[in-house]
C-alpha cells in the first residue's frame, strides 16, 4: 500500500513558523490533487489546503492568508508553508492525495504543536 512520506512538524511558539513537506510518488503527484489535512484532540479530520495537478490552490477559511499550499513538480513534493501561527492551529497534520474518500493516500502524520 502506498504511503506518503511527511515531515517538518514540531513545536513552535504562536507567531511563529513552520514548513511541512510530503514526498508524493510520481504517478499520484501527476494525477491526484494533493492536500493537507489536520486532527485536533477530539476533533474531525479536516481539510487545511489543497492543490490540483493544474496549480488551483483551496484552503480552509481559518487559514487563509496565514498558510501556503505549493508543490515542487521535479521533486514530487508538496509543502505547506504555516506562518503566523496560532494555538488552536496545534494537531497532527497528514498529507493526503486523491481528497477524503477512495481512492485516496495518506501520509502518517506530523505534529504540530504552538504553544508558549
Known amino acids: 500500500q502506498v504511503q506518503l512520506a511527511e515531515s517538518g512538524g514540531g513545536l513552535v511558539q504562536p507567531g511563529g513558523s513552520l514548513r511541512l513537506s510530503c514526498v508524493v510518488p510520481?504517478?499520484?503527484?501527476?494525477?491526484?490533487?494533493t492536500g493537507w489535512y489536520r486532527q485536533a484532540p477530539g476533533k474531525q479530520r479536516e481539510l487545511v489546503a489543497s492543490?490540483?495537478?493544474?496549480?488551483?490552490?483551496n484552503y480552509a477559511e481559518s487559514v487563509k492568508g496565514r498558510f501556503t499550499i505549493s508543490g515542487d513538480n521535479a521533486k514530487k513534493t508538496v509543502y505547506l508553508q504555516m506562518n503566523s501561527l496560532k494555538p488552536e492551529d496545534t494537531a497532527v497534520y497528514y498529507c493526503?492525495?486523491?481528497?477524503?474518500?477512495?481512492?485516496?493516500?495518506w501520509g502518517q502524520g506530523t505534529q504540530v504543536t504552538v504553544s508558549s
Open positions: 510520481g504517478t499520484i503527484f501527476s494525477f491526484y490533487t
Open positions: 492543490i490540483s495537478w493544474s496549480g488551483r490552490t
Open positions: 493526503n492525495a486523491g481528497g477524503a474518500s477512495p481512492p485516496n493516500y
